[in-house]
């Protein structure tokens, strides 16, 4: 059995179709988990059709929920659809309707077509703790260098030559020099100022904190996987910890040609006119010719 899954925020579409394409049924589910039950009990009342296939689409994002749960409860064929695909099996049917159940139909047509072919999402792991972890770290990094940035600006207005006194002010005695900056004279605008160096010195302080909570959690995390990453001269736990929130923990890649398809850099064969050559595959496939050098 055939199972398209149209996915939105509030609610999912779902169309069963059976192994030679005949529909089974539509259903239309709150996304919520009280509504996934309903679906996977509905799928599984389909007493005829034992050998279920989900297609998921956008099952990273709107059916991350939904593809997790099923996969969860042992559904062992969760695949994932992307929105251009569903529109190119819509197109092929033989009205142009553009509805829910139009797109869940067109998922399920697609994986009768091509099933074999689609990705299958993972189950979420010890890899997506640390992805999660790295991209809030690098959005926390982002953050203080934004802040940095407001303090520099306005301790330029107020204490011009404060590096001579202060030092770097990423550093322990730079912040600690902002935080107690007084002025003999200064006026409101100047008082004003001192206010917002206070305050953007106190955002700076918690968010280095934070990312050091957030560092130490992905250095447990990395060691805990005992990944032989770590012994590369130059690895350490951060930049582990992409490295396997990217890839996984558990080995997903099947080849050389398949990693270097993923980080971009898998070539692609050119001619024309009787000149030939590579150019780099930016699409994240592996050429045809299968490999990676």
């Not at 059916?63 to 064929?77: D, I, S, T, V, W």
């Not at 350490?236 to 997903?252: F, Q, S």
Request: one cysteine or more; glycine letters at 10%; aromatic letters at 4%.
């Amino acid at each position: 059995m055939q199972l398209g899954v149209d996915t939105y925020k509030r609610a999912h579409v779902l169309v069963a179709l059976d192994d030679e394409g005949r529909q089974l049924g539509t259903r239309a589910i709150p996304n919520t988990p009280a509504g996934w039950a309903e679906a996977l009990a509905w799928a599984r009342g389909q007493q005829q059709q034992r050998h279920r296939r989900w297609g998921v689409e956008n099952g990273g994002s709107l059916g991350k929920g939904f593809a997790q749960f099923l996969l969860a409860q042992g559904e062992a064929a969760v695949l994932e659809v992307r929105p251009q695909r569903t529109a190119q099996y819509r197109r092929r049917g033989r009205t142009q309707d553009k509805t829910d159940q139009a797109d869940a139909l067109a998922i399920a047509r697609l994986l009768l077509a091509e099933g074999a072919h689609l990705p299958t999402i993972q189950r979420d792991d010890r890899s997506t703790e640390l992805r999660l972890l790295s991209d809030h770290r690098d959005s926390l990094l982002v953050d203080r260098t934004r802040l940095i940035n407001q303090r520099h600006a306005q301790m330029l207005q107020v204490d011009p030559g404060y590096q001579a006194r202060s030092g770097p002010l990423t550093r322990r005695r730079g912040l600690h020099y902002c935080r107690d900056l007084a002025l003999p004279v200064a006026d409101g605008v100047a008082q004003t100022r001192l206010l917002i160096i206070r305050q953007l010195t106190g955002q700076i302080l918690r968010a280095e904190e934070e990312i050091a909570t957030v560092t130490a959690a992905l250095g447990e995390r990395v060691r805990a996987s005992q990944t032989p990453i770590l012994t590369l001269c130059g690895v350490g736990d951060v930049i582990a910890a992409r490295l396997l929130g990217e890839m996984g923990t558990v080995p997903r890649v099947h080849s050389a040609a398949a990693l270097a398809a993923l980080a971009g850099v898998s070539p692609v064969a050119v001619s024309s006119g009787g000149r030939g050559g590579y150019r780099l595959n930016r699409g994240g496939t592996v050429s045809s010719t299968g490999s990676s050098t």
